[in-house]
């Protein structure tokens, strides 16, 4: 049966890069069903929003969608479509796994971790105040009376919600994960000994979860202990489990273990829906050079043929992007020795070149 696939390439370079990813999943031979929809800023600037109802409901209608980079214009009022996306199709998990390839410029070799951060709780909510407005004096009044805490008139605030709901079920997924990816432990992490009742309350319910999984196994690290040890022993860790903002940060710490944006793909997950994409921007400078690096795309291609249950072409076609990468010669010029290296590969090319070595089979 063909698999039925909302695909959204983008903006700025997406569209591209989703061409070349294109290529190299159907080369797999997994039968794809492609519902093309369009958002991002041709589509604002055609119809006034980026983000058309059509796309939610086709992604909520197949379940399953493939997306490029989406540009945030700074300044224009358009709220980033991403964090719209994350927000209107609940999906509650990000998704990252960091992995070395041989070929990719590191400073670390054989990594393989899987970061899942919380998308949608933490200080990400977007409960703030501004300093000197009436509804924040009157928030520090509060604060003074019923807890006897000073909070300085010139302050601003932010707030972080943390539930047990979001925790049970972002920690849940983790170990999901984990068990369905034949991995091995998780790792939960918080900053539970400054932040009682947020971080507290997450590693209380990380460990009530965790006893309802006796099968993976289960550890917690406080943040910044964590950011060490990822830099000096980051073999011992496996499936990481974060709130919203230490997993914003983590990731990125993770992906630059392992090379940078290049090779860092991703997926945003929720109980029924999940969208694939790279962790990089639209990187609007080259839009229509066709030069920039389809790969980190193609890595969440390969993440989407797992999640489908075709685990033999999602191990296929992650062996044929590996050796690209290892010969170094069908590679854009990011990962070229030399960003002004002639012999650098188009990002059709890539995609062309993944596609023959997964036809010879
Ligand atoms: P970016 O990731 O687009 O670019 C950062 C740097 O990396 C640039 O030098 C760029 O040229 C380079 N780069 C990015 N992707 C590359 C690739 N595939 N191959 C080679 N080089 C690549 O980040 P930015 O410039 O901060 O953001 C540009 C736009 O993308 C912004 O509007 C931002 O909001 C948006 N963005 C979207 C997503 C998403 O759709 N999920 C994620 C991040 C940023």
Request: hydrophobic share 40%; net charge negative; aromatic share 4%.
């Given at each position: 049966m063909k698999?039925?696939?909302?695909?959204?390439?983008?903006?700025?370079?997406?569209?591209?890069?989703?061409?070349?990813?294109?290529?190299?999943?159907?080369?797999?031979?997994?039968?794809?069903d492609w519902v093309t929809k369009n958002a991002g800023t041709d589509v604002y600037?055609?119809?006034?929003?980026?983000?058309?109802?059509?796309?939610?409901?086709?992604?909520?209608?197949?379940?399953?969608g493939i997306k490029g980079p989406i540009t945030t214009p700074v300044g224009t009022g358009f709220r980033s479509v991403n964090v719209a996306m994350r927000k209107e199709l609940d999906l509650f998990a990000c998704v990252r796994p960091c992995k070395s390839y041989p070929g990719v410029r590191s400073r670390y070799k054989?990594?393989?971790?899987?970061?899942?951060?919380?998308?949608?709780?933490?200080?990400?909510?977007?409960?703030?105040f501004e300093r000197g407005k009436g509804d924040t004096e009157e928030l520090i009044r509060w604060i003074g009376e019923h807890t006897g805490r000073k909070i300085r008139p010139d302050a601003g605030i932010s707030i972080k919600p943390i539930s047990e709901y979001g925790t049970t079920r972002i920690v849940q997924f983790a170990f999901d994960y984990a068990r369905r990816m034949g991995?091995?432990?998780?790792?939960?992490?918080?900053?539970?000994?400054?932040?009682?009742?947020?971080?507290?309350?997450?590693?209380?319910?990380?460990?009530?979860?965790?006893?309802?999984?006796?099968?993976?196994?289960?550890?917690?690290?406080?943040?910044d202990n964590m950011c060490m040890q990822l830099v000096q022993k980051p073999e011992l860790y496996d499936v990481i489990v974060l709130p919203n903002l230490y997993g914003d940060i983590i990731s990125d710490l993770g992906a630059g273990l392992v090379g940078g944006l290049g090779v860092a793909p991703g997926a945003n997950m929720g109980d029924?829906?999940?969208?694939?994409?790279?962790t990089h921007g639209s990187a609007p400078k080259y839009k229509g050079q066709n030069r920039v690096n389809p790969m980190a795309m193609m890595l969440s291609g390969v993440m989407m043929l797992h999640h489908l249950g075709a685990n033999e072409a999602g191990r296929r076609m992650?062996?044929?992007?590996?050796?690209?990468?290892?010969?170094?010669?069908?590679v854009t010029y990011d990962m070229k020795p030399h960003r002004g290296d002639p012999t650098?590969?188009?990002?059709?090319?890539?995609?062309?070149?993944?596609?023959?070595?997964?036809?010879?089979?």
């Open positions: 698999n039925r696939i909302t695909l959204i390439p983008g903006d700025g370079t997406g569209p591209e890069i989703t061409d070349a990813v294109v290529t190299a999943l159907e080369a797999t031979g997994v039968e794809f600037d055609a119809t006034g929003t980026p983000l058309p109802d059509e796309v939610l409901e086709s992604v909520r209608d197949t379940k399953v054989d990594i393989d971790l899987v970061i899942v951060r919380e998308n949608h709780e933490d200080l990400y909510a977007g409960i703030e991995r091995r432990k998780v790792t939960s992490v918080h900053k539970a000994n400054i932040m009682k009742h947020t971080d507290g309350l997450w590693l209380e319910v990380s460990r009530q979860v965790a006893a309802k999984n006796p099968d993976i196994e289960f550890e917690d690290r406080i943040v029924e829906v999940a969208l694939f994409e790279a992650e062996a044929a992007i590996a050796r690209i990468i290892a010969e170094g010669k069908d650098a590969a188009t990002t059709s090319r890539v995609g062309d070149a993944v596609a023959e070595i997964l036809r010879e089979g």
